[in-house]
């Protein structure tokens, strides 16, 4: 059997990486999950809005969770209930649909709402979450932009509850190995970071290739991981960005999607960047990071994993556990136990990247450098 210790073990995540007791930025957690003395013995009770492919995922994945449980859900689509319900024996009670799940507010058996519904709905979604009194977990894109990202962040934190953004990468343990190794100075001084992200995206039908529910194209959906990836494995903010972009079918990818753009970013020590975002190039999911004294490149660097690469010093060989069974264990940690991760998941660490996600598409219809700072 697994003990809490064997699990951190195996996420890799230390005591450092998920240090007590402060979450700063926050208040006091909510009225219904007071901390106390034995919260590492509680369970984070979730219910999941939006019962698609990834919220799929996250529910199978919990059934491994020691800390987090399924316990509601929250959809527009009546047989699916009907399916979870007896899946995940969820009572009729922790049920709820778009237009009524603010009364959530009165369901003290309820401590998180998890977001994975189309980007465009998120904003909106997780505001009135926020306003029922419910942490709330996100999906990434956590919103269509920065000032939105913005507004959501600032919704959670008038209402004093947790907001994370569901960035898996920031507990898997070959990330996290390969961070400790940067800040140990182990690959020297940073020098450059090169992130490909990509996939071939089929139904053209599908919310993905609609502006008005994804809020743009590869970049929200796949580019944001070299963003994101870029940020943690240099362990810098960027300052300025370029970016160019290349549609070869601008019927499948219409205005305001973007099929492919390829963007750079420049950090205050001089560390750059050059990445790749498509939305028409299978087996393309590579990290690059080199030092003056070393390397990291990881392939698979963001998938479902299991992660895979090396380093100057050799395989990185943590071994692979479901990354949304060790999210969301530690996001429980985050909650009801005040831990830090050692990559910040909090909302504001999505405003960054939405802030990115701004400057390259200014820098795409301008052609210009655009400045972060
Ligand atoms: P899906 O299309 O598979 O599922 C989305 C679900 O949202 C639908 O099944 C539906 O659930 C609900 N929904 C509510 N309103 C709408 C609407 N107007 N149109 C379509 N669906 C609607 O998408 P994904 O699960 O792949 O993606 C959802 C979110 O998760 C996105 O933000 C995406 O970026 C993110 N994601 C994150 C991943 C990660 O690795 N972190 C991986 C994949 C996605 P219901 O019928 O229950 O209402």
Redesign the pocket.
Known sequence: MKTRRNFLQAAGLSAVALSLPSFPGYAALSKSEPLSKNSQDRVLRVAIM??????T?VAEAMQDCKRAKLVG?????PS??ETWKSKYGIPDKNCYN?ENFDAIKDNPDIDVVYV????A??KDQVIRVAKAGKHVIC???MAVNAADGQAMVDACKAAGVFFLI???MHFEANTLEVVRMRKAGEFGEIKFFQGLSGFRIGDPT??RLNPA?SGGGAM??IGIYSINGARYMTGEEPIWVTAQEVKTDPVKFKEGIDETITFQMGFPSGVIASCLSTYSMNNLDKFFLNGTQGFAEMQPSTG?GPIEGRTHKGPLGKPHVT?QTTQMDAMAAIILDGAQPEIPVDGEEGVKDMKIIDAIFEAVKTGKKVSLV
């Open positions: 939006g019962l698609g492919s990834y919220g995922r859900v929250i959809s527009g689509t699916k209930v778009y994975i519904t189309p980007n709905l998120h999906e990434k894109p569901g960035y898996r599908q919310w529910l929200m959906d479902y990354h």
